[in-house]
């Protein structure tokens, strides 16, 4: 089970670090992604880590987003700075086909 957390407004040019709490698996040693989906569109993939700490960005979040994880909490992090209008949409974790329920993020002055 994966619970998102940490959306809301913040204005252009604000941060967030949004969290993906998971439950009966081991976030440490899982592939995990995130992805967005704006109002009206498909979602998209944001970010991911692989079990061994890898990480990839969208093109469109690089150098603004970080993709973490902590194993004591067995969540994982979003952490996004320099937040821009466009990104404003519903942000969910995924573990395979396993998504959680997401967290809205709206960015806007």
């Known amino acids: 089970q994966l619970q998102a957390s940490g959306g809301g407004l913040v204005q252009p040019g604000g941060s967030l670090r949004l969290s993906c709490a998971a439950s009966?698996?081991?976030?440490?040693?899982?592939?995990m992604t995130w992805f967005r989906q704006a109002p009206g569109k498909g979602p998209e993939w944001v970010s991911i880590i692989t079990s061994n700490g890898a990480t990839n960005y969208a093109a469109f979040v690089k150098d603004r987003f970080t993709i973490s994880r902590d194993s004591a909490k067995n969540t994982l992090y979003l952490q996004m700075n320099s937040l821009k209008p466009e990104d404003t949409a519903l942000y969910f974790c995924k573990k395979g086909t396993t998504r959680g329920q997401g967290t809205l993020v709206t960015v806007s002055s």
């Open positions: 009966g698996f081991t976030v440490s040693t899982s592939l």
